[in-house]
């Protein structure tokens, strides 16, 4: 149980192009969804709160339009890189924590999205 | 500001030995603690969760947690090169964004054989 899946698990791309990543919580639901950012030999940073049916809520200095955060179902949530460049190649990680069994707030984390910005 | 502290490590223990790692944290109402273990370009693993004082065994592992020290570990006893990996230790932020949670920056362990 509590499986969380991303797709892709990695993406090359052209710099302004704009990249999805999705997020999928497999055999529970997620009402939150967190989205993480991790670059090489750092700590997980989070970027920001997805909320089922509303707004997400980003962190202090987190572009919200330059990441534009979906979570259109209880299981699904995306993170939309715009107009991507080099310096968003990171490793981008999901979290979902679990609606019904979830009793002590832990987190599932998908397997991550490697993004690489030409 | 609520923190996690952990040493970065890395921490080198032999093959077969405990491994202790340890945790402080700021918040005083926090309630439960997480270990996490994050292999290198990989997403992290839940591996251990405690919100009671004391000790929770499972298998090889052993978290412990003292609340009035604020002070959370986890041991891994008979540790093998396939434990080598970096453990982050986190909280739930209550008053954060809708119950995220605040993570150390994690201790690197690796495990010689």
């Known amino acids: 149980g509590a499986v969380v899946s991303q797709h892709p698990s990695r993406v090359i791309c052209k710099s302004g192009t704009s990249v999805k990543i999705e997020c999928r919580s497999l055999?529970?639901?997620?009402?939150?969804m967190f989205w993480y950012r991790q670059f090489p030999k750092k700590s997980l940073m989070l970027m920001a709160t997805?909320?089922?049916?509303?707004?997400?809520?980003?962190e202090q200095g987190v572009e919200k339009d330059k990441f534009l955060i979906n979570h259109a179902s209880l299981t699904l949530s995306t993170l939309t890189v715009t107009s991507a460049h080099p310096e968003d190649s990171s490793f981008y990680i999901c979290?979902?924590?679990?609606?019904?069994?979830?009793?002590?707030?832990?987190?599932?984390f998908g397997p991550g999205t490697r993004l690489t910005v030409l | 500001q609520k923190e996690v502290e952990q040493n970065s490590g890395p921490l080198s223990v032999p093959e077969g030995a405990i491994a202790s790692l340890n945790c402080t944290y700021s918040?005083?109402?926090?309630?439960?603690f997480f270990w996490y273990r994050q292999y290198s370009g990989k997403s992290p693993e839940l591996i251990m969760f405690?919100?009671?004082?004391g000790d929770k065994e499972d298998g090889r592992f052993t978290a412990q947690l003292n609340k009035a020290s604020q002070y959370v570990s986890l041991l891994i006893r008979d540790s093998q090169p396939s434990d080598s990996a970096t453990y982050l230790c986190?909280?739930?932020?209550?008053?954060?964004?809708?119950?995220?949670?605040?993570f150390g920056k994690g201790t690197k362990l690796s495990v010689k054989p």
């Open positions: 979290s979902a924590r679990d609606l019904v069994a979830g009793t002590y707030n832990e987190q599932f």
């Open positions: 055999d529970f639901q997620a009402t939150t």
């Open positions: 997805s909320n089922e049916g509303s707004k997400a809520t980003y």
């Open positions: 918040d005083r109402g926090s309630q439960s």
């Open positions: 405690i919100y009671s004082n």
């Open positions: 986190a909280y739930p932020n209550y008053g954060g964004s809708q119950g995220n949670l605040i």
